[in-house]
Nanobody
Framework: HVQLVESGGVLVRPGGSLRLSCVAS????????MGWFRQAPGNEREGVAA????????FYADSVKGRFTISQDNAKTTLYLQMNSLKPEDTAVYYC??????????????????WGQGTQVTVS
């Protein structure tokens, strides 16, 4: 089993920057990919970015390309999301997620095996 704990969500002004962190513990060696998802009130949860842990390949939603960067530490147990040029529409609860088996579609929420509790990001 794997546990995920996010942190870093705060209130930030439009145009500002923020870095989210997600610490993974447990049997992390079984994980293929980790990612960030977000859910705004009234909206479905959507994929923001993901990274394949061993190749380092990254994936981004079109809405955040060029503004957000996903990365991991050398031990591959902490996931980061650097968010720049933040907009009010980035306001959401951000979730860290992990998947055991690599999938072609990185942003399918139903395929992820583990989820964190979420951290609130408000851009206003």
């Amino acid at each position: 089993h794997v546990q995920l704990v996010e942190s870093g969500g705060v209130l930030v002004r439009p145009g500002g920057s923020l870095r989210l962190s997600c610490v993974a513990s447990g049997y992390t060696s079984e994980l293929c990919s980790m990612g960030w998802f977000r859910q705004a009130p009234g909206n479905e949860r959507e994929g923001v970015a993901a990274i394949r842990r061993y190749s380092g390949t990254t994936f981004y939603a079109d809405s955040v390309k060029g503004r957000f960067t996903i990365s991991q530490d050398n031990a591959k147990t902490t996931l980061y999301l650097q968010m720049n040029s933040l907009k009010p529409e980035d306001t959401a609860v951000y979730y860290c997620a992990a998947i055991i088996q690599c999938r072609a579609n990185w942003n399918e929420t139903g395929t992820y095996n583990y989820w964190g509790q979420g951290t609130q990001v408000t851009v206003s």
